[in-house]
């Protein structure tokens, strides 16, 4: 993935023909007009990034730059070399290409390549439509809300992403020896070491995570058998695995799991959906032997399970909440 050089005229109109290519996949009512891409070519060169594969362009991300501090018309129709605020107009992949997560590599790189190359970058902002909502999430964006541009026939949403002043955090939360961080734990030392953020310590540059259950978690039955009618097969199957389970060393955390349950009443699969558990370190066990040792015991009872016939043949989905405390 590069950025194209700054081009002759001629050069730079073929070059649009691809990337306009590549827009046909917006609406008509939303697409970048020839004349709109050629001036970005041609005017903001350096905010653009392409994908290429075998000499191809196979998606690029095209943006203009601006002193506004909120995307607009106005905002979005004229390129401020000196600007603050990089509009991001375009993020296209050829149809052949889409879904091998080729947008989020270009987005991840087209964020790390602008703050390299763009001094005086302070924030990037988007415009999207609904759908694409989680794919800026899943990228870093945050949202701004409802936008006061009216292009097409749906709503738009602006959302941002600023360059994080920090490392750590939520990233290291998905990490077996960061949830195990209690295990040796120093109450001499303040939580906030750089052991697990490092960067400013200022606030208002932070991010506030939630973590818990907005309900209590309770099991959840999707398919062919109804809730009254599975619940006695497992709660039998579940008396017998608590038991199994008071014998093992002690942990805490959640596992979350969804059985696939035949028509015939036997669970064929077993899917795991969410693991924080961790052993406890007055257990005095390897971690890694506790838990391995607990999901195993997880699955050896509930795979023996046995449900009753569904009435029409069909499977079903029962999602368990396992809270170990």
Known sequence: MSPPPPVAAAAAACCCCRLQCLSAGYPPDEAASRERLLYRLENAADQFLVA????????????????????????MGQHEPDGGLLAIHSVAVDAAHRRQRVATRLLQAYKAYVCSSTPCLTTLRLICKEPLLSLYKNCGFQMVGPSAVVHGKDPWFEMRWEERRFTGGETMLLQPDTLDYWRNFDPHLGTETPQLVEGTRDPL??????????TQPDPFFAGSLREEEATPALNACLDVLFEALSTLPPSV????LQLTVEGSGRVADICWKANTLV??????EAPTV???????CIAEHLLRAQFPPSHDGGCTAITLPFVFQ
């Open 52 to 75: 290429v594969k075998d000499d191809q362009i196979v998606g690029f991300i095209c943006g203009t730059l601006t002193k506004a501090d909120r995307l607009t018309e106005d905002s």
């Open 290 to 296: 506790v838990t391995e040792a607990t999901l195993a």
């Open 279 to 284: 052993a406890r370190p007055q257990s005095g």
């Open 205 to 214: 540059e932070a991010r506030v995570v939630l973590h818990g259950w907005f």
């Open 253 to 256: 955390g959640t596992v979350t």
